[in-house]
T-cell receptor
Framework: AQTVTQSQPEMSVQEAETVTLSCTYD???????LFWYKQPPSRQMILVIRQEAYKQQNATENRFSVNFQKAAKSFSLKISDSQLGDAAMYFCAYKSNFGNEKLTFGTGTRLTIIP | DAGVIQSPRHEVTEMGQEVTLRCKPISGHNSLFWYRQTMMRGLELLIY????????DSGMPEDRFSAKMPNASFSTLKIQPSEPRDSAVYFCASSVFRLAGDAYEQYFGPGTRLTVT
């Protein structure tokens, strides 16, 4: 079974600075997808960014980018120019490419933005 | 687009009572997922459906939990009888499933916060 580990329960960053959230995963599969979801205080789960394991290029979405290291099974999220609206819980998630559509989530990192 | 709709948003009930949570997926989506979020266990999949058929129910904790999807636009998650340890936020999510391994997004509803006293 796949597992996802987020070793930073809490992080904080000064507004306009850059922060990196860590995620590692364990799998025996060679093809899969990785996601970062954001959960603000409203509780709504929002997809931030996705990465296909077969792609070497790191995904980027505006101020959000990932550092995907397949051999190390590492998938970190970098948030540039942090804004107050980025304050939320961030969850890393794994999806197999072999039939099961479920997402396996990490335990989350609570990100605080310091004005 | 109304998004995934869940009802009720909050539910408070007494131990032993039956609880029914409801979900309306996004129109045109053919996969539906029920997740549970607790402080102790985080976010975990309970069950998911593809074209109204249950595909993986290995996360359903015990026989007290049951889920149905009678049609493409409605699903229920029932707990009978409820217990205090069932207190959690229950999320419904939907997506479009075309091919195994497709890269897709699961759209989440706002969740139902269940409190069992």
């Amino acid at each position: 079974a796949q597992t996802v580990t987020q070793s930073q329960p809490e992080m904080s960053v000064q507004e306009a600075e850059t922060v990196t959230l860590s995620c590692t995963y364990d799998t025996s599969e060679s093809d899969y997808y990785l996601f970062w979801y954001k959960q603000p205080p409203s509780r709504q789960m929002i997809l931030v960014i996705r990465q296909e394991a077969y792609k070497q290029q790191n995904a980027t979405e505006n101020r959000f980018s990932v550092n995907f290291q397949k051999a190390a099974k590492s998938f970190s999220l970098k948030i540039s120019d942090s804004q107050l609206g980025d304050a939320a819980m961030y969850f890393c998630a794994y999806k197999s490419n072999f039939g099961n559509e479920k997402l396996t989530f990490g335990t989350g990192t609570r990100l605080t933005i310091i004005p | 687009d109304a998004g995934v709709i869940q009802s009720p948003r909050h539910e408070v009930t007494e131990m032993g009572q039956e609880v029914t949570l409801r979900c309306k997926p996004i129109s045109g989506h053919n996969s539906l997922f029920w997740y549970r979020q607790t402080m102790m266990r985080g976010l975990e999949l309970l069950i998911y459906f593809n074209n109204n058929v249950p595909i993986d129910d290995s996360g359903m904790p015990e026989d007290r939990f049951s889920a149905k999807m009678p049609n493409a636009s409605f699903s229920t998650l029932k707990i009978q009888p409820s217990e205090p340890r069932d207190s959690a936020v229950y999320f419904c999510a939907s997506s479009v499933f075309r091919l195994a391994g497709d890269a897709y997004e699961q759209y989440f509803g706002p969740g139902t916060r269940l409190t069992v006293t």
